[in-house]
């Protein structure tokens, strides 16, 4: 079968719209999962046993379960206990749970490459814990888990074809339905695609240009 030019071009627009609801749901999952994975990784962080227990068994329990069964229990289960949420929010917020888990590891190893002695200045300086992580601990942890975070979001770009099992019309639900109604799958999904690479190439650059300006500059190439 010949690939056909005329039919890209004609269902590029269709495609270019989904292609705006993937970079939502990527962009509002990844905003979801920089809070979850804070708050695990204070967990884990905490004084009270059972606080880092909990912490720990939810970073691991989510890390080690299936993207497309926690979108599953969102979107099937959930309403079962009252609880209903739109496709599109039961994407972003199993995509933000889901890799919460993976940003709390970036986040610990982050802090713990943090010298001791960092912290103990901060002690005697009398700072708050929460002044000794906003002044002194997180402007020298942000900058090495800067790439560890944008793996994490290429990785949640290419994951959102998972929403689409839900019903969210993202890029890749969208190609499905164009070549299940003309019967040609070529050209929509080879778009996909190729779609997805520009996206993934893209991200790259705007990867190392956050991580350039984060870090010290005696430490810049």
Request: charged fraction near 15%.
């Amino acid at each position: 079968m010949e690939f056909s030019f005329d039919l890209l071009w004609e269902i590029l627009p269709q495609l270019l719209r989904a292609t705006v609801v993937t970079i939502e749901a990527t962009l509002a999952g990844f905003a979801i999962s920089l809070i979850v994975g804070l708050v695990m990784v204070s967990g884990m962080r905490a004084r009270q046993r059972w606080l880092r227990f909990l912490s720990r068994f939810a970073m691991e329990f989510l890390r080690a379960t299936p993207l497309l069964v926690q979108v599953y229990f969102l979107f099937f289960v959930l309403p079962g206990f009252g609880i209903t949420l739109s496709p599109f929010l039961t994407g972003v917020t199993a995509l933000g749970l889901h890799y919460g888990a993976y940003a709390a590891e970036a986040y610990r190893a982050g802090l713990e490459s943090v010298p001791r002695g960092q912290w103990e200045a901060a002690v005697s300086l009398n700072y708050s814990r929460l002044a000794a992580y906003r002044h002194i601990v997180l402007p020298q942890a942000l900058p090495p888990i800067v790439p560890s975070l944008g793996n994490i979001a290429i990785s949640m770009l290419k994951d959102t074809p998972i929403l689409a099992a839900v019903t969210v019309t993202e890029l890749m639900f969208v190609a499905n339905e164009i070549g299940s109604e003309r019967f040609q799958y070529t050209e929509p999904v080879t778009a996909a695609a190729l779609i997805y690479l520009v996206l993934s190439l893209a991200a790259a650059p705007l990867i190392n240009f956050i991580d350039r300006r984060l870090r010290p500059e005696e430490t810049r190439a």
